[in-house]
């Protein structure tokens, strides 16, 4: 399980008939596209750059998955949390931003 938070999700959709693993790909892909949506509203662009760089932790949790429940796993975790994806997707749609923004406004600028 990538993420704990979505048991409950899960489990209604094995109610239903699907397998635990296309129950968990199909929370993960709704909450990518929610995180790109909301970051893509805030930042006035959809680049789909959230939905792919939360895409590449699906490797990273598979290659930790022995570390799970140690003190080791716990650190990798955090340190995901704050250093990973999350941080350098922020920090790409806030360049982007500021350069459009700044295209705009040199753009509206009248020369003589």
Known sequence: VLYDGSAAPIGTTVK????RSQASGCVFVISAMMHEYTIGVSFHQFKFLAFGLIALQVPFAILTQSAKGTQVGNLVFWLNMIFGPHCF???????EYLRNREASASASVVQP
Do not use: R
């Open 16 to 19: 239903f008939g699907y397998s």
């Open 89 to 95: 997707c922020t920090l790409l749609y806030s360049l």
